[in-house]
């Protein structure tokens, strides 16, 4: 199995724009998560799917984040208009079943840098 | 409020010695713990899952012991070596995984 793929791996771009980002998760898995790291705030839940449907989304910071799962094998999180303090690294992990052994597996994050 | 606390946010120990690492919460009610290991510019990667009703776990060098009266797990790596230097997280499970901000471990020869 190829792990969970994100894309793209780097972006930089000026405030104001519009980004997307994008994970395939494991095939297979029901959960999946997008997370953000800082320096300062470390790993923070932004949103959860459950089966594609969005389960918790108050780890969203405000409404320039959006997040959508439209099938099992593909789900995006939108960032607009972005701003400099959005600057941080985002993963995508999914997760089996409760039978599964609830391992979460993370893609290789997103760098996002907003200048 | 609910918080997951991670003793120090560095860790430096000399090779062979066994590092001990802390993860407390607070307001938290979690079926399981898990740990996980990060390298710089990768995403976390799996390591330990204790359940709540677990008091010890041990993978080769690894162990990790979960307390849920203290609200504290403790993870240890015995016979350190340079190659266990990286950020090490904690998670709870309770309807989603939440980490820790982790210990930067540094393992010199």
């Known amino acids: 199995d190829a792990g969970v793929i994100q894309s793209p791996r780097h972006e930089v771009t000026e405030m104001g724009q519009e980004v997307t980002l994008r994970c395939k998760p494991i095939?297979?898995?029901?959960?999946l998560f997008w997370y953000r790291q800082t320096m300062m705030r470390g790993l923070e839940l932004l949103i959860y799917?459950?089966?594609?449907?969005?389960?918790?989304d108050s780890g969203m910071p405000e409404d320039r984040f959006s997040a959508k799962m439209p099938n099992a094998s593909f789900s995006t999180l939108k960032i607009q208009p972005s701003e400099p303090r959005d600057s941080a690294v985002y993963f995508c992990a999914s997760r089996g079943g409760p039978n599964s052994g609830n391992t979460i597996y993370f893609g290789e994050g997103s760098w996002l840098t907003v200048v | 409020s609910q918080k997951i606390e991670q003793n120090s946010e560095a860790l430096n120990i000399q090779e062979g010695k066994t590092a001990t690492l802390t993860c407390n919460y607070t307001n938290y009610s979690p079926a399981y713990l898990q740990w996980y290991r990060q390298d710089p510019g990768r995403g976390p990667v799996f390591l330990l899952l204790?359940?709540?009703?677990?008091k010890e776990k041990r993978k080769e060098r690894l162990k990790v012991t979960f307390d849920t009266t203290l609200k504290q797990s403790l993870f240890h790596i015995t016979a350190s070596q340079p190659a266990d230097s990286a950020t090490y997280l904690c998670a709870l499970h309770v309807n989603d995984m939440r980490f820790g901000a982790g210990t930067r471990l540094t393992v010199k020869p």
């Open positions: 204790i359940r709540e009703n677990e």
């Open positions: 799917f459950n089966n594609n449907v969005p389960i918790d």
């Open positions: 095939s297979g898995h029901d959960y």
